[in-house]
Structures are given as structure tokens and as C-alpha cells.
């Protein structure tokens, strides 16, 4: 069961009702923005005080104003649906506001609980609750985990920075010989194609620019100079195939990639234009 400030009424309902039947009510809260094993573990033990487990989640707009726009990761939306799928939970309230005491003296659970990274003394509605005859709890603990841990974890690991283009161009000329019975074959067809060449890197220091353009520059050279001037259908590469601009295009891919290897590079991308005709890129991101 999910419930927010419109539909706020019937939460407060379903929790009167629960409570005048005996259940006792757990509750706690927190942002749950990336759910990790901590938040897990700590739910678990959560329900076992009691009959039925709340937990309330901060808002979008709230979480904003607590850790920066760039918060939260998940929408409220889609964290309330993961939470209230778990076992363990039997209802998610959406709140607002920038902390949860207006729910909590509300809902007067008679139990408050949070994870173990809060000291007792500074959870929030503890004093009301146990002023209620409720009990308050800080709750089991892991180190080093945390949503905005495993957020750090992904930019570190997959930072790129600033991503620079080198770009360089080539043109070749080739043929393509018609072999066969019919009159109109026994004919050379000549193709004249241009090279396009766009390698996105990250940059390490100007040197290392300019000794990646250089070292792509001449790899490039080399594959030219094994097509230009050939019958493609005669190269062993292309025997079995008419050659085109797609087939041409992924064979330049793959031997400049094979060649490349820049422990910088992020991105390759290979054009290959045929003159007046058409054109066919090959790329890829890593």
C-alpha cells in the first residue's frame, strides 16, 4: 500500500483502525533513495518489533532541499513501489516536509526505529514517542554502505571527464571487377570513397593529444593503403562479398580498433563516403 498528502486520510484511517484491533505500529523513515542491504537488514528487524511496518519516505521536492537537485536518483514514485514490494513492509507514506515529526505525532506508532548510522538521542520524534509510551530504537548498521556511497561508487568507476574528438579524414580509391557469362560483366568498376575517422578520448595532457592524433593518423594510413588501388572482391577479406560501404566501413572499424588500443579511448566512429552515392558509419561507445 502506497500513500501520499492525497490520500493521506485513508493512511490515517487504516492506521487508526489497526491500532484499536491491537496491531502494534512500527514506523521509520528516510529517503531510501538507491535501496542497498543496509536498508534491507534493517527493515527486517524493523517489522520484528511489531505487527505493521510504515515507513515513510521523503518526497522529491524534500530530498531536493535536503541533498542538492541533482537528488534524488529514484523518483518517490518508483521508491515507494520497490519498498512496498519488500515482505517486510506493509505500507509507504510519501511526506513533504524535511523531516517526519508531523506524521509521526499523527500516527503515534508505539515504536520508532532507524538505522543504526543515527544516535538514539537525535532521531527524530523520539521524545514524542516515548512520551507516548512508544519505544525507540536505533536499529543494526553497515559500515560504509550507503545510497550516497554506491552513487560515489558509480562516478568513480565510470567517470570520463571532458571528452575531446580527434578527427581525421583519408580517401582511397578502389575497384570492383564483374566477373561472369553475360555480356554486360567482364567490367571494372571504379569507386572513389572518402574516410572519415572520429575518435573521442578523454584528455590526459596536451602531449598525449597530439601523440594520439599522430598514432591514429598513421594506423589509418596503413588500412588505405591495403585497399587503394585494389579489386576489393579480389582481397581476401572482401571475396566472398560485394563489397559496400557498410562492409567497408566495419572492416576499417575493426582494424583501426585492433590497433588503436588508447586506454583513453571512449568512443570510435568510421565513415565511409562513396563519391556522389551514399555513405555508412560504424560506431561504437566503450
Known sequence: MIFDKNSKSQFLKLIKDLKFS???IVFTNGCF???????????????????FLVVAINSDDSIKKLKGEKRPIISQKDRALILSELKCVDCVYIFDELD?????????PDVLVKGGDWEL???????FVEKSGGKVYSLSHIEGVSSSK????IIEKFKVGKMYTISIKGEFSAAHKLVGSHSKCNQIHGHNF??????GVCEISKNYMVMDFLKAEEILNKILE???????NELEMFSNINPTSESLAKYIFDEFYKSLNLENLKYLSIEVLET??????YFKYF
Open 22 to 24: 491491537g496491531k502494534k
Open 33 to 51: 533513495d538507491i535501496l542497498h542491504k543496509g536498508h534491507i537488514l534493517y527493515l527486517k528487524e524493523a517489522k520484528k518489533l511489531g505487527d
Open 100 to 108: 517526519p515529526l508531523n506524521i509521526i505525532r499523527e500516527i503515534s
Open 121 to 127: 538521542s537525535k532521531i527524530i520524534g523520539k521524545d
Open 150 to 153: 554506491i552513487i560515489e561508487d
Open 194 to 199: 572518402k574516410v572519415i575517422v572520429e575518435i
Open 226 to 232: 591495403k585497399l587503394d588501388h585494389k579489386y576489393l
Open 276 to 281: 556522389d552515392k551514399f555513405s555508412a558509419k
